[in-house]
């Protein structure tokens, strides 16, 4: 006697009954799909994300006013690089903690968003320092270079910035009026030849 599976199913997380194409299947089990349907999944999985972030956050506010902000100089740029990384970038960093703020405030917790403000302000500091000490290294570096190796360096750029964007290549010999040919074998790592 053969069953015939069920084409509809109920979804554990908003209750409705839905096609059983809507729900994701299980990797173990192949023939076995999960309890809560794809857009349920999505939400809950959006919650935990920011949840996660949240909890994070709230560790990286506690770890840098606990390290007593710029008197600690070198664990706060730590802090600082690690936050940048971890939640995908500056600006990420500062809207998520912009809500995090107005969300303290909004529940009645103004210390809460004053500390919150008092380590990104020690954060954007580190930054700048940071970011100021990198630039001052460069130009000592370049100051000490003669004119070939500054030559080498410069090449060493172009190089890799065609690599990396390599239509830059292409627009720049069409501004100059010349003809740019593909290469006959487009999976060739040569980008063409350029006439000049």
């Not at 360096?153 to 830059?168: H, K, T, Y």
């Amino acid at each position: 006697m053969s069953t015939i599976a069920p084409a509809e199913k109920i979804c554990s997380g908003c209750g409705r009954l839905l096609p059983l194409r809507l729900f994701r299947f299980r990797k173990r089990e192949l023939n076995d799909r999960h309890a809560e349907c794809g857009s349920c999944h999505n939400e809950r999985m959006k919650r935990r994300t920011a949840k996660t972030r949240q909890t994070d956050l709230n560790q990286l506010l506690m770890d840098v006013n606990r390290n007593g902000g710029l008197r600690r100089y070198r664990r706060v740029e730590a802090l600082a690089t690690a936050a940048i990384a971890r939640f995908g970038g500056l600006d990420r960093l500062v809207r998520l903690w912009r809500e995090v703020t107005e969300q303290a405030h909004d529940q009645g917790k103004p210390h809460v968003a004053v500390r919150s403000l008092e380590a990104l302000g020690h954060l954007l500091t580190v930054a700048a320092k940071s970011q100021e000490a990198a630039a001052q290294e460069t130009r000592d570096e370049l100051a000490q270079m003669s004119d070939a190796e500054l030559h080498e360096a410069e090449l060493r750029a172009v190089r890799l910035a065609i690599r990396e964007q390599p239509e830059l290549a292409v627009a720049a010999a069409l501004e100059l009026g010349w003809t740019v040919v593909p290469p006959e074998d487009c999976g060739d790592s040569q980008a063409g030849n350029v006439d000049g």
